[in-house]
């Protein structure tokens, strides 16, 4: 996700946090010169005896003159200490925790153009290794001698899913230039729980979820391909409910019906638990229809953000028109990105974490996760939570839980969230995608770095934050829930945001007042 930032005007720039307040002009501190300093003294002294520490931090234009590089370090980090605590973010699949040798590696990677080939080519060919271990891992054929697979790394599983999808279109179009038939209106068909494929202009045909049913039917599904369709998409673990969409379903009614529709599969979240919790289960590249996958490296692959995987059957399903063959670098070399220059470093770490770890410790890891999840689903439902998500492995290890409305509560889920916010948790709720009749739903999601011991603390929370809110009448809950909200969350607090691009009405977000889930 990418933040647009508003850039403030000049009466905003100069406003001050209190109103009344008088901004201290720049100049040094009256009475320096009786305590015998010069300003060039300052430089000198400690961080927070300069004169840096007693003005603001330059935010909205560059500073006119340097700053030493001790105090420059100091300010900022003292600025990056009111983040959160990733531990206690419940929300977010991305990795918070890697080993201190990954750590090193990368760090030492810094400075590597990671396309660039002829600078670095034992960082490229480690990414070519990578791509070989994931593709295999995904099935991808590999006995026709003249029909190799074919992948990429990219900044995430975003930037992959659009590979994917761009590369779907590209192929329909060229089939419909052939056959002498309009080529403009192409559409993808998939879940109305996912985000967004706007950006290619393709329509967007959701298969809707409903109050029980928190994927997509695999028959009504396919009931929407028409000739204008590029492709399928498949989700191998729902943001919401961590849930596996029935890929080979989907798959055989195509083989079934005999229609000529590629699958993707959004394996951004499941890719790296699914072949290891679950490898007896059919998702991935022996599927026929399936012809190309994506994966996050920085959610369950283990790896700092942003590193990303898209893979696909064969080079048939890559049109040639999209592919840049460039060598302005020094030497010939093949690229699909929406991102050409990009750091070594986090391809580095998912090469480090798959040596490192092999099949059996990206195993434990996720059976060790599964548990967990399963212990914190059972501890919620003794608090009279309803579980929505799967358990036991037939999902992506998170528990996803809403009030049960027969309970009668005074209080909804945001409420609730609300609440654990106060104690440092972020635990989200969501509105759940249309056709749901507004269900609301919290989440949690189980990453490497949960222990069980965090989440009998978790628990407790819980439990102290049902009491609290169970206290309150309903007035109280609604005003409390408003003054967390302004006051205590951030996005709550936020003013980044362009107000030209409030209020709008394309999103299913927009239209239906669905959340997207954190991802």
């Given at each position: 996700m990418v933040h647009l930032a508003s850039i403030p005007n000049d009466e905003a720039k100069d406003s001050m946090p209190v109103k009344g307040m008088v901004k201290k002009d720049e100049v040094p501190h009256k009475g320096l010169e009786r305590m015998g300093l010069e300003e060039s003294d300052l430089f000198t002294t400690s961080v927070y005896g300069s004169r840096f520490a007693g003005r603001d931090l330059p935010k909205y234009e560059m500073p006119d003159t340097e700053m030493p590089k001790e105090i420059a370090y100091r300010m900022i980090k003292d600025d990056l200490s009111l983040d959160g605590n990733p531990m206690l973010n419940l929300a977010s699949f991305v990795t918070t925790y890697m080993e201190e040798e990954a750590e090193k590696l990368m760090t030492e990677a810094f400075s590597k153009n990671f396309i660039d080939y002829e600078e670095y080519p034992q960082s490229a060919d480690i990414q070519n290794r990578c791509v070989s271990m994931i593709g295999?891992?995904?099935?991808?054929?590999?006995?026709?001698?003249?029909?190799?697979?074919?992948?990429?790394?990219?900044?995430?599983?975003?930037?992959?899913?659009?590979?994917?999808?761009?590369?779907?279109?590209?192929?329909?179009?060229?089939?419909?230039?052939?056959?002498?038939?309009?080529?403009?209106?192409?559409?993808?068909?998939?879940?109305?729980?996912?985000?967004?494929?706007?950006?290619?202009?393709?329509?967007?045909?959701?298969?809707?979820?409903?109050?029980?049913?928190?994927?997509?039917?695999?028959?009504?599904?396919?009931?929407?391909?028409?000739?204008?369709?590029?492709?399928?998409?498949?989700?191998?673990?729902?943001?919401?409910?961590?849930?596996?969409?029935?890929?080979?379903?989907?798959?055989?009614?195509?083989?079934?019906?005999?229609?000529?529709?590629?699958?993707?599969?959004?394996?951004?979240?499941?890719?790296?638990?699914?072949?290891f919790v679950c490898p007896e289960l059919e998702w991935d590249f022996r599927l026929e229809k399936v012809v190309s996958i994506n994966v996050s490296g920085h959610k369950y692959g283990l790896v700092y953000p942003g590193v990303g995987w898209v893979v696909w059957r064969s080079p048939e399903y890559l049109p040639k028109e999209l592919v840049f063959n460039i060598n302005y670098l020094g030497a010939d070399q093949a690229s699909f990105t929406l991102n050409f220059s990009k750091g070594a470093s986090q391809v580095i770490g998912q090469y480090y974490q798959m040596i490192r770890l092999g099949k059996r410790g990206y195993r434990a890891i996720m059976l060790n996760l599964t548990h967990t999840a399963d212990y914190l689903a059972d501890s919620l439902a003794k608090l009279g939570f309803i579980i929505m998500s799967q358990g036991g492995g037939k999902g992506l290890p998170l528990v996803a839980f809403r009030l049960n409305p027969k309970d009668g509560k005074l209080?909804?889920?945001?409420?609730?969230?609300?609440?654990?916010?106060?104690?440092?948790?972020?635990?989200?709720?969501?509105?759940?995608?249309?056709?749901?009749?507004?269900?609301?739903?919290?989440?949690?999601?189980?990453?490497?770095?949960?222990?069980?011991?965090?989440?009998?603390?978790?628990?407790?929370?819980?439990?102290?934050?049902?009491?609290?809110?169970?206290?309150?009448?309903?007035?109280?809950?609604?005003?409390?829930?408003?003054?967390?909200?302004?006051?205590?969350?951030?996005?709550?607090?936020?003013?980044?945001?362009?107000?030209?691009?409030?209020?709008?009405?394309?999103?299913?977000?927009?239209?239906?007042?669905?959340?997207?889930?954190?991802?």
């Open positions: 295999r891992l995904f099935n991808a054929p590999t006995h026709e001698e003249d029909h190799n697979a074919v992948g990429t790394s990219c900044i995430g599983s975003s930037e992959a899913i659009m590979l994917g999808t761009l590369s779907m279109k590209k192929k329909w179009q060229n089939k419909r230039k052939a056959e002498g038939k309009p080529y403009d209106k192409p559409n993808i068909i998939m879940s109305s729980a996912v985000q967004a494929a706007r950006y290619f202009e393709v329509e967007e045909k959701y298969v809707f979820c409903t109050e029980d049913r928190y994927v997509i039917d695999p028959k009504e599904t396919v009931d929407l391909v028409d000739e204008n369709t590029i492709g399928i998409c498949v989700i191998l673990g729902t943001t919401y409910t961590g849930e596996y969409e029935d890929a080979k379903a989907v798959n055989d009614l195509l083989v079934e019906r005999g229609i000529d529709c590629p699958i993707h599969i959004d394996a951004a979240s499941g890719g790296f638990v699914a072949p209080y909804d889920e945001f409420a609730i969230a609300h609440q654990l916010r106060e104690r440092g948790w972020v635990v989200p709720a969501y509105t759940m995608a249309p056709h749901t009749d507004k269900l609301k739903l919290m989440r949690v999601v189980v990453r490497e770095d949960f222990s069980q011991s965090r989440c009998d603390s978790l628990v407790c929370d819980f439990a102290i934050a049902l009491k609290t809110l169970d206290d309150m009448d309903k007035h109280t809950v609604a005003a409390h829930a408003k003054h967390v909200k302004q006051h205590v969350t951030n996005s709550g607090k936020s003013t980044h945001n362009h107000p030209h691009y409030a209020d709008e009405d394309h999103s299913l977000q927009g239209q239906t007042g669905k959340t997207h889930a954190v991802c």
